[in-house]
């Protein structure tokens, strides 16, 4: 179940049905690039905060959208978010279990995750499934914003698609759903979140980027 937009608004780029559209692209490619970001370099690019929230939420989007019947453009959207979800959720798991050897984020995931679905569950069922999505939305724009503040993100291009798609996608679902004032107020700041993020990764890369250079100088410098 989605709620329901007014089909005559229209906005001033057009058509605002576009926007859903675009916003279910570029959050596919987030997670495309997520995905292509653990492969390579066996590490996971997105917060563990954020793995609970987002699959959880596709779990029970997936299963309310089987449950009404839903037989739609909507239910291919969520079986396809659900299984890029599944594959990231397996990466993490294997990770973290068997390259890094560390059981006790498995352990916060299972309890985290089955705590969450029977949450959304409730919070579908009364009809507030928009407003859980935005609040989720926000808590996952913090936690990826500290998750790289404190360099837990590799300095690759991948990191900056990463940035650039969960923007567009986040801005693109806004410009979608913008009829309620906290839509407005919470859009607006998990857009301030994506694009400090992107902020804080193009200054860490130049930062090191520098000392990158100053290093070479000082060797330089002791050859002669």
């Known amino acids: 179940m989605r709620e329901i937009v007014n089909i005559s608004r229209i906005s001033f780029l057009g058509d605002i049905w576009m926007f859903d559209y675009l916003q279910g692209i570029f959050w596919s490619l987030t997670y495309i690039c997520l995905i292509i970001y653990a492969i390579k370099f066996k590490a996971h690019g997105i917060p ?84 859980l999505s935005y609040l989720s939305d926000l808590i996952m724009a913090i936690a990826f914003y500290f998750f790289v503040l404190f360099d837990r993100v590799k300095q690759h291009c991948i990191s900056y698609l990463v940035g650039f798609f969960k923007f567009f996608g986040d801005m693109f679902a806004w410009l979608y759903y913008r009829d309620a004032v906290y ?31 100053i290093n070479e100088k000082k060797r330089s410098h002791r050859r002669r």
């Not at 939420?57 to 959207?77: F, Q, Y």
């Not at 990231?88 to 352990?107: A, S, W, Y």
């Not at 705590?115 to 928009?130: D, R, S």
Request: proline fraction near 1%.
């Open 48 to 131: 563990l905060v954020a793995i609970c929230l987002n699959f959880a939420w596709e779990t029970v989007a997936l299963a309310n959208s089987v449950h009404n019947r839903d037989l739609s453009a909507i239910l291919i959207i969520h079986i396809l978010w659900f299984s890029l979800d599944l594959i990231i959720v397996n990466l993490f798991l294997f990770q973290e279990t068997r390259i890094h050897e560390n059981k006790k984020p498995k352990l916060i995931f299972i309890i985290s995750y089955i705590c969450l679905v029977m949450c959304f569950w409730i919070f579908f069922e009364k009809g507030y499934m928009l407003l």
């Open 183 to 213: 839509i407005e107020v919470i859009g607006i700041i998990v857009l301030i979140c994506n694009i400090a993020y992107i902020v804080v990764l193009l200054k860490k890369s130049n930062l090191r980027l520098l000392v990158h250079k």
